[in-house]
Each structure stands twice: as C-alpha cells, then as structure tokens.
C-alpha cells in the first residue's frame, strides 16, 4: 500500500499514483529495541532510488519475534557486522573480531 501523509492528512494513492523505488543500500543504519518482551522491534535507514535516478532515505520499521538480547545472563559479548560481498569473508570477519573460537 502507497500512501501520501500531509499534516494530519493521509490517502491511499492508486496504482496509477504511486512511485515505485529501488533499494539502492538496505543498510545505512539499523537500530534495534529489544526490551520488549515478545520481540525485538527494528528501525532501519536505506536508501532508494525512483524511476529517474533520485536518492532518497527512507525508513523502514519491522517487529522481529526473535528476542536479540541475553536473557537471564550479565556476561559482557563482543559482537560485530561486518558486510561483505563474499559471505565468507564476512563470516570470517565477524568470527576474528569476535574472538570466538577463543571463548570458552
């Protein structure tokens, strides 16, 4: 669904109005609130292109069920997100800055 929100003001647009978008960078920020005790509720900056080539930001807004915090521990955890083109590369990144073949 297409919206146009102006002030306190909303409609649907029509297939006809609305603008399709292209995902240029799904990740330029990504927070995440997990205090919520169901689920983890996620807010991610990306940006997108339109039919002629224009950037711009947009926001996306999602509700994950997977819980992403410790539950019932205080222990400290190094944690990484490396991106990569080649999965494996990152795979190793985040395993080397996570120190993780080391913990015990």
Do not use: W, Y
């Amino acid at each position: 669904m297409d919206l146009d929100i102006q002030g306190d003001q909303s409609r649907i647009l029509s297939k006809d109005e609305a603008i399709s978008f292209k995902m240029v960078d799904e990740n330029l920020l990504e927070i995440n609130n997990d205090h919520f005790p169901t689920a983890t509720f996620q807010r991610r900056m990306v940006a997108m292109t339109d039919g002629q080539g224009k950037l711009f930001c947009a926001l996306e807004e999602d509700m994950d069920p997977h819980i992403l915090r410790s539950i019932n521990s205080d222990k400290l955890v190094n944690v990484a997100a490396i991106r990569d083109p080649d999965k494996f590369k990152a795979l190793s990144g985040v395993l080397e800055a996570t120190e993780f073949f080391g913990q015990a």
